[in-house]
């Protein structure tokens, strides 16, 4: 049950924007689609509403195939029973609420259209607003508006192509906290397409990266912070610091000859290029006068410059030839030295893939 | 859990609709892809048979219907002294109309606009109304007021005693005059958008740089509009170049031919040149083409004015001691292009016998009471009425149906359908006349005689106009909107019904307003095609003219005039969206 990708790809003449990729959403599952522009994610959502054809690759959703161009079949995004909030909300500028929200019941035939739209409106919490023309609403008014329309018939699947993305970042997490909700008491599988890392750690039971049209890594949020397969992954979830690491002999060594202790577990000689992953936050900063723990990485760098931030400082520092950020609450003037300690296992060796290389590596 | 329990009422109402079972692609919208195949067909039709028939016309040395042989005379005929001669002066007729009509009308632009000018709501709503003034109904008021039996000489000889000077409205310069006053309204009309639309900070900028006001139009203003005003003074062009009316009226009787009014005279007058005729029309439409595509890729290629949407508050100009000029030449304007021959055609259609002298006048009202009494005149009035009411309709809705197909749907050979719609575009309205005659005399259809044909015809004529206002409408409308229609689970065409056409209702209704203003006055596509039984308002008034009956004609130009404003108002109090202009 859920949706099932097999095989996927689309072109759009000759240029290939999918390289055939395969998931699922399981029934009940909160999955996301996570990267950057133009890495397929949205093309992926509308293949899948059947906004777009696809290629080749077959979707199926709740078991029945709903696409497969080898066998000359599509079923049009009307008879797929989907629910789908947009970007721009397309809230029906021509309609009130009340009736923006009724149309998914009425086209389908529904006969209580009534009990649907206020039900719908109840979830979303804009019942006292039915009447309005979305002229008079707020963007935030108007993304629950989108909802309410996308949930009011029952859809047995549920769509978001970055409802978020023009909010502001106030609204951003309360509605965030909204959709897990609503998507929770449905209990219909969802996808989500953001390039937002917060969108996609905080609301997903499953996210999926994507880069370039294929799918990079796919993960538990969890896993995908702290186990990130390369240099991308890495980069785009969460902040990321990368050192450039060599490897003499049975040890790893930063390019001014430190010594670096990893965590032993990725520690693999698979012949590919490593770099090594440090997040800010695991990075502890101190003026060398200050006594550091032994048994732990401790290099030393030099403060570039600093960004106060209110809880703490975040400072950049340089170590060798690389340039880490880490946070302190201790003030630091640039220029000065500073010492950086943290645990090996914190500091993880990822493949140093630049985007090619990734691409061929996953195809 | 506050509101989440309550949401947990879920068994109570949807009624689930499964989907249906698997389709095939094709079996999607298989209604729009059989309207795709109507709609292309019929445009087809439309924009190709006049010109082809044109095309075979131009090569056969007899008139439609005849049996004849195959020739190159007529194109041959193109370099005679005469069509030579009729060529230079269509365009210096054309060129020098432009040329006066884009001063006048970019200076009330930049007066009205610009400056403190005390009326400007007051201007621009008489200039609308001018601009919908018939032009041959303008050619009729001013040939009644300065012909040499008119009402200028009358004075000059009875009143002043002056013998030695007089003036002559059938010349050149006669034509010339009554285009600019016609062509004025349409130059204000599509400068004044841009000039609107400009990012105020331009000027401010040249402003706080020490330009004085006058500097700053000449240097920043008028520079910027370069490209509008390129792009209006071509339209302007094409529009005297095609104009039929006011060249019939004045230059017939003067000797001026241009190429429009030869095409006419060909055809109407023995001995007839039906060929030589055709292959005129295709060197007026070659030419008109020629503008309207340098015009259209000026349009594309306009970068130069920021419409930012935020159209500030602009200081405007002070006009100081030109205040009171500025107010005598706008006042003069609507005065020559609106009142005075208002004022004449009332006159006129209330006296028995002309005279200048309203002491001397017999009046009466035969002029009307003959209209009553007539049965034909009350036929081309219900003809024209369903002509315009109907016909723009169609040409709506044809319209509407093109651009959803080039705009939204894009299905093979939309590019195709696009050049198809936008071809009648260079065709003036007496050529496309000229295509039809040629063309129903030798289809085997039952068109020939039928109001059919002359809503044909107007349709043919303003299905650009009509295209373009749909399509610039679904182009500002978000695709999502749609989408949202189709994963909320309607249709293609339900989407279409219930979204895209709802919300583009008042481009809608001010595209049908337009054409039937279009349609309740157009003659020059109608002159070659009308007959007895479908003849229209504006051919009654221009052929009882012709027989130099102007009291009868100036009673219908007024019945014309007062059927339109209540029209106007009838049209605008119907459908709000069409008063955004």
Same mark, same amino acid.
């Given at each position: 049950m859920g949706i099932s990708v097999k095989n996927l790809v689309k072109s759009f003449g000759t240029h290939t924007v999918i390289h055939s990729i395969s998931f699922d959403v399981a029934d009940g599952e909160f999955v996301t689609l996570l990267g950057p522009s133009g890495c397929g994610k949205t093309t992926t959502l509308r293949c899948i509403a059947g906004l777009d054809t696809p290629s080749t690759g077959t979707i199926a959703i709740n078991g029945e195939t709903v696409s497969d161009p080898a066998n000359n079949l599509?079923?049009?995004?009307?008879?797929?029973?989907?629910?789908?909030?947009?970007?721009?909300?397309?809230?029906?500028?021509?309609?009130?609420?009340?009736?923006?929200?009724?149309f998914p019941l009425t086209v389908k035939g529904d006969r209580d259209v009534a009990a649907g739209v206020a039900w719908a409106l109840d979830i979303v919490g804009m019942s006292k607003l039915a009447q309005r023309r979305p002229s008079e609403l707020s963007g935030g008014q108007q993304q629950r508006v989108a909802l309410a329309r996308a949930i009011a018939a029952r859809p047995q699947l549920l769509l978001?192509?970055?409802?978020?993305?023009?909010?502001?970042?106030?609204?951003?997490?309360?509605?965030?906290?909204?959709?897990?909700?609503?998507?929770?008491?449905?209990?219909?599988?969802?996808?989500?397409?953001t390039h937002d890392q917060t969108e996609a750690l905080s609301m997903s039971d499953r996210v999926i990266v994507m880069e370039a049209g294929r799918i990079v890594q796919e993960g538990d949020p969890r896993e995908l912070y702290q186990k990130p397969v390369n240099r991308f992954v890495a980069d785009f979830i969460g902040g990321a610091n990368f050192l450039h690491v060599q490897r003499v002999g049975r040890q790893w060594q930063l390019e001014n000859g430190s010594p670096l202790a990893v965590d032993p577990t990725t520690d693999r000689d698979d012949g590919r290029s490593k770099i090594a992953l440090l997040r800010p936050e695991a990075i502890r900063l101190d003026e060398p006068s200050v006594p550091t723990p032994t048994g732990q990485n401790r290099l030393t760098g030099?403060?570039?410059?600093?960004?106060?931030?209110?809880?703490?400082?975040?400072?950049?520092?340089?170590?060798?030839?690389?340039?880490?950020?880490?946070?302190?609450?201790?003030?630091?003037?640039p220029g000065s030295p500073a010492i950086l300690t943290f645990d090996a296992c914190d500091c993880r060796l990822v493949d140093d893939t630049p985007l090619t290389e990734a691409r061929s590596h996953h195809a | 859990m506050d509101r989440g329990e309550e949401g947990f009422r879920l068994e109570t109402p949807?009624?689930?609709?499964?989907?249906?079972?698997?389709?095939?692609?094709?079996?999607?919208?298989?209604?729009?892809?059989?309207?795709?195949?109507?709609?292309?067909?019929?445009?087809?039709?439309?924009?190709?048979?006049?010109?082809?028939?044109?095309?075979?016309?131009?090569? $056969?040395?007899?008139?439609? *219907? !005849?049996?004849?042989?195959?020739?190159? =005379?007529?194109?041959?005929?193109?370099? @005679? %002294?005469?069509?030579?001669?009729?060529?230079?002066?269509?365009?210096?007729?054309?060129?020098?109309s432009t040329a006066f009509a884009m001063a006048i009308g970019t200076a009330l632009a930049l007066v009205i606009h610009r400056t403190d000018f005390r009326w400007p709501n007051a201007m621009t709503g008489m200039l609308a109304l001018s601009f919908y003034f018939p032009s041959f109904i303008l050619a009729m008021a001013w040939i009644v007021i300065g012909s040499p039996g008119g009402v200028i000489n009358d004075i000059l000889r009875e009143f002043l005693n002056i013998e030695s000077f007089s003036v002559d409205i059938y010349s050149v310069t006669g034509i010339i005059f009554v285009?600019?006053?016609?062509?004025?309204?349409?130059?204000?009309?599509?400068? $004044?958008?841009?000039?609107? *639309? !400009?990012?105020?900070?331009?000027?401010? =900028?040249?402003?706080?740089?020490?330009? @004085? %006001?006058?500097?700053?139009?000449?240097?920043v203003t008028l520079p910027m509009l370069a490209y509008a005003l390129a792009s209006s003074a071509l339209l302007c062009l094409v529009l005297t170049l095609e104009q039929f009316g006011i060249p019939v009226l004045i230059g017939v009787p003067g000797h001026v031919t241009v190429?429009?009014?030869?095409i006419y005279l060909l055809c109407r007058f023995p001995p007839t040149a039906y060929g030589l005729a055709a292959a005129i029309g295709l060197t007026l439409a070659a030419i008109t083409s020629v503008a309207i595509l340098l015009q259209r890729r000026l349009a594309r290629g306009d970068r130069s004015v920021t419409t930012t949407g935020k159209a500030g508050k602009i200081t405007p100009i002070p006009l100081g001691v030109w205040r009171w000029p500025v107010n005598l030449m706008c006042g003069f304007y609507i005065a020559v292009s609106l009142v005075l021959p208002g004022l004449i055609l009332l006159y006129t259609s209330l006296i028995k016998f002309f005279t200048a002298n309203p002491f001397d006048a017999?009046?009466?009202?035969?002029?009307?009471?003959?209209?009553?009494?007539?049965?034909?005149?009350?036929?081309?009035?219900?003809?024209?009425?369903?002509?315009?009411?109907?016909?723009?309709?169609?040409?709506?809705?044809?319209?509407?149906?093109?651009?959803?197909?080039v705009v939204r749907l894009r299905p093979t050979g939309y590019r195709v359908l696009d050049a198809l719609v936008m071809l009648p575009f260079g065709v003036p309205g007496i050529v496309l006349g000229l295509g039809l005659l040629w063309a129903y005399a030798y289809l085997p259809l039952p068109l020939y005689g039928t109001l059919t044909l002359i809503v044909l015809a107007y349709v043919t004529r303003f299905l650009p106009y009509a295209a373009e206002t749909a399509g610039a409408r679904f182009v500002q409308l978000d695709r999502s909107l749609e989408e949202a229609?189709?994963?909320?689970?309607?249709?293609?065409?339900?989407?279409?019904?219930?979204?895209?056409?709802?919300?583009?209702?008042?481009?809608?209704?001010?595209?049908?307003?337009?054409?039937?203003?279009?349609?309740?006055?157009?003659?020059?596509?109608?002159?070659?095609?009308?007959?007895?039984?479908?003849?229209?308002?504006?051919?009654?008034?221009?052929?009882?003219?012709?027989?130099?009956?102007?009291?009868?004609?100036?009673?219908?130009?007024?019945?014309?005039?007062?059927l339109m404003v209540a029209m106007m108002s009838l049209l605008l109090w119907a459908m709000p969206g069409a008063r955004r202009r």
């Open positions: 599509f079923v049009p995004p009307h008879e797929r029973d989907l629910g789908m909030v947009f970007q721009s909300y397309a809230v029906w500028p021509h309609l009130t609420v009340a009736e923006n929200v009724a978001f192509d970055e409802p978020l993305s023009n909010l502001d970042a106030r609204l951003r997490d309360r509605t965030r906290l909204e959709i897990s909700r609503i998507q929770r008491e449905l209990k219909v599988p969802a996808l989500y397409v030099r403060v570039v410059g600093g960004m106060y931030l209110g809880p703490h400082v975040e400072y950049i520092v340089e170590v060798g030839a690389d340039r880490l950020r880490a946070y302190s609450r201790s003030a630091l003037s | 949807a009624v689930r609709v499964r989907p249906n079972t698997i389709r095939r692609a094709a079996a999607n919208g298989g209604v729009l892809i059989g309207l795709y195949v109507v709609v292309f067909a019929v445009v087809a039709f439309l924009a190709l048979v006049p010109l082809a028939a044109l095309v075979i016309g131009s090569l $056969r040395d007899t008139s439609p *219907g !005849m049996p004849g042989q195959w020739t190159l =005379a007529n194109w041959a005929n193109l370099v @005679s %002294p005469g069509v030579v001669e009729t060529l230079l002066t269509t365009l210096a007729v054309a060129g020098l285009m600019v006053l016609h062509q004025v309204p349409f130059v204000y009309l599509t400068i $004044r958008g841009p000039i609107m *639309g !400009m990012d105020p900070s331009y000027e401010e =900028a040249a402003r706080t740089a020490g330009a @004085s %006001p006058w500097r700053m139009l000449r240097r190429l429009a009014t030869q017999t009046f009466t009202f035969r002029n009307y009471l003959y209209i009553w009494n007539s049965e034909e005149t009350q036929r081309a009035i219900i003809n024209t009425i369903i002509v315009s009411g109907g016909g723009a309709l169609v040409g709506v809705l044809l319209g509407v149906a093109c651009s959803y197909y229609a189709w994963t909320a689970g309607a249709s293609r065409l339900s989407g279409v019904w219930r979204i895209l056409m709802p919300l583009s209702l008042p481009s809608l209704q001010s595209s049908y307003f337009l054409l039937f203003m279009a349609f309740f006055r157009e003659i020059s596509a109608t002159i070659l095609i009308f007959t007895a039984s479908t003849s229209v308002l504006s051919v009654s008034i221009w052929s009882s003219f012709e027989q130099a009956n102007w009291g009868f004609a100036s009673a219908l130009s007024i019945l014309a005039m007062v």
